[in-house]
């Protein structure tokens, strides 16, 4: 089983649609949770950290649910600008402080006018 | 701030050659990661160096090497190219995490070397 699942889609919505992209991971110790972009054929931008207590950045909102080691991303009135790869990362603790990024397979979305 | 730079940014190599990318980390970092992406896939970590210390290794075989200089910069070496090597590399920066368990500092990474084995 891969340390960090996700569905590699792809999603084809409209403009305007909400989209949500769903991550699991194996190791209960993981400890930061991250969903970086990547535009096609350019590197990884984060897009946001999550948190157990859920946050929202705009239009997007991260959720973590540590019970059921999943992460989740809500974009909501999308736009033409969102198409991207949706990469879902976890860290786990130890003792180096920056710890190695796992990195999901991606999501990728494409958003239709 | 020039951000992360890496070159070079394409390369064509052969089969059981050699090959070094070198990465240029952002104003004020001092930790280097390398990661490999091949088509279709996440990233890949391969090693992550500090101090000039390889600090933490992926599943990577030997053939596969670093460096990080004073100045914080970083190679990253291949040696006997296989095509499976062929990939995109990438590069991350970030200030050390001076407490352990308070989670990463934020990661930016370069916008890759693009390795073609034939």
């Known amino acids: 089983r891969k340390e960090v699942e996700q569905d590699p889609g792809p999603f084809n919505v409209p403009e305007g649609a909400t989209v949500a992209f769903n991550c699991t991971y194996s190791n209960s110790a993981s400890q930061s949770f991250f969903w970086y972009r990547q535009d096609c054929r350019k590197e990884p931008k984060l897009l946001m950290s999550v948190y157990s207590s859920g946050n929202e950045d705009g239009r997007f909102t991260a959720q973590l649910n540590r019970a059921s080691q999943y992460i989740s991303l809500l974009i909501r009135d999308s736009k033409l600008s969102d198409s991207a790869t949706y990469l879902c990362?976890?860290?786990?603790?130890?003792?180096?402080?920056?710890?190695?990024?796992?990195f999901g397979t991606g999501t990728r979305l494409t958003i239709i006018p | 701030d020039a951000g992360v730079t890496q070159s070079p940014t394409h390369l064509i190599k052969t089969r059981g050659q050699q090959v070094t990318l070198r990465c240029s980390p952002k104003s004020g970092h001092d930790t280097v990661s390398w990661y490999q992406q091949a088509l279709g896939q996440g990233p890949q970590f391969i090693f992550q160096?500090?101090?000039?210390?390889?600090?933490q290794r992926g599943n990577f075989p030997d053939r596969f090497s670093g460096h990080q200089f004073p100045n914080y910069s970083s190679e990253l070496n291949v040696n006997a190219l296989l095509l499976g090597d062929s990939a995109l590399y990438l590069c991350?920066?970030?200030?050390?995490?001076?407490?352990?368990?308070?989670?990463?500092?934020?990661?930016?990474f370069g916008q890759g070397t693009r390795l073609t084995v034939v």
């Open positions: 990362v976890v860290t786990y603790g130890g003792p180096f402080g920056n710890e190695k990024l796992t």
């Open positions: 160096y500090y101090e000039e210390e390889e600090r």
């Open positions: 991350a920066s970030s200030l050390a995490q001076k407490i352990a368990g308070q989670g990463n500092t934020e990661a930016f």
